[in-house]
């Protein structure tokens, strides 16, 4: 059972709101030029289709900034601008109309990290405070020796006073290192220490594969005990696929459920049947649903069936043929090469008539 989730303040993204009661939210990060408005509409609308909820942009030279008043002109979700060492791109980028601006305080002048702030409190956004591993304020690594929790907390800490001190309070935090470890304990740690809306996520992950094993653990385990507002999967992969795994570990922690939950054996000698390719076709096939129904594709009559039958639906395969089953119920004999079909017709199907009824 999961922790209760600690109550943070609520923090306005645009209209999306981080902390307090909300949901946790979904976010992702572009991987193209900002300057080239078109590619970079595209991959947020493609972001959007997949459950993305709020985007950010990085925003390296003014022809970036520029492209920021466009983009945000063409979306519907909120948009961040990721900003390193020149406040200007961050004041340029304001005045533009993004909803939110993510620093790293650690690598800008305390006096331009000001006129961001006063910036943002004439506009009425928020601002996240990033604190990474790879770029900690000078004095606090020298004292801590490497990027530590520790210092990664002491770091985020420092932050926070300054900005409290020129009474600026729509703030998000977040702590991240590659290190899963020092990013579980850094923000378990913050936790305990402000009532500020955390971002977890764990920083250059990696591959498909290394990099979800790496943020389902990091970000799932602080999760499970109510730590975190909002979540990025960092992958070096398409964006996409990042906001795919950030609903898969909030499903698994029955936290948030988009999309079919599709349970597939992982076969064995026993599997009679190419389940492999109905998996994907069906996968492929109900990518774009946003209901949640659970569905079973079962390779043998093992335990097939009986998993089969506990998913709103599913298929249980035999020799050259599979059963559909459907709330429990067996509904018919199907040959093998119409199950995915099948299958996915009557998913279909179960959605709209639940569809219809809410």
């Known amino acids: 059972m999961n922790a209760e989730r600690k109550k943070t303040r609520p923090v306005s993204v645009g209209p999306v709101i981080i902390g307090g009661d909300a949901p946790v939210v979904v976010q992702s990060m572009t991987c193209t030029d900002t300057r080239d408005v078109e590619a970079t509409v595209a991959q947020i609308v493609r972001l959007i289709d997949a459950g993305c909820e709020v985007v950010r942009v990085a925003v390296p030279d003014e022809e970036a900034v520029q492209a920021v008043a466009s ?80 210092a990664l907390v002491e770091s985020a800490l420092r932050n926070i006073r300054f900005f409290e001190e020129m009474d600026f309070h729509a703030i998000k935090l977040s702590v991240k290192a590659s290190d899963v470890t020092a990013m579980i304990e850094a923000n378990r740690a913050l936790s305990q220490a402000t009532d500020y809306p955390l971002h977890l996520g764990v920083t250059e992950a990696g591959t498909l594969i290394s990099g979800t094993v790496k943020n389902a653990i990091g970000i799932g385990l602080l999760l499970y005990r109510g730590i975190g507002d909002t979540i990025r999967v960092s992958l070096s992969r398409d964006p996409v696929e990042e906001v795919k795994v950030a609903y898969e570990i909030l499903r698994a922690l029955d936290l948030r459920h988009r999309g079919p939950e599709i349970i597939a054996c992982p076969t064995c000698g026993r599997c009679e049947i190419d389940l492999f390719k109905i998996v994907n076709r069906v996968e492929r096939a109900l990518s774009g649903i946003q209901a949640s129904p659970k569905v079973a594709v079962m390779g043998c009559v093992v335990n097939g069936p009986g998993e089969a039958k506990e998913a709103d639906v599913g298929v249980a395969g035999g020799r050259g043929q599979g059963v559909l089953f459907k709330k429990g119920r067996l509904v018919k004999k199907i040959p093998e090469k119409e199950l995915a079909k099948a299958l ?15």
């Open 71 to 150: 983009i945000k002109k063409r979306i519907s979700i909120p948009l961040i601008a990721d900003i390193h060492f020149n406040h200007r791109l961050a004041l340029g980028a304001i005045r533009n109309g993004v909803d939110c601006i993510r620093i790293n305080p650690g690598n800008m002048e305390k006096d331009k990290v000001g006129r961001i702030i006063d910036a943002a409190k004439a506009r009425g956004i928020s601002i996240r405070i990033g604190i990474n591993s790879g770029s900690l304020e000078k004095d606090i690594l020298t004292r801590h020796g490497s990027p530590t929790a520790a």
């Open 344 to 358: 996915i017709d009557e998913v279909k199907k179960l959605v709209d008539e639940a569809n219809r009824k809410g």
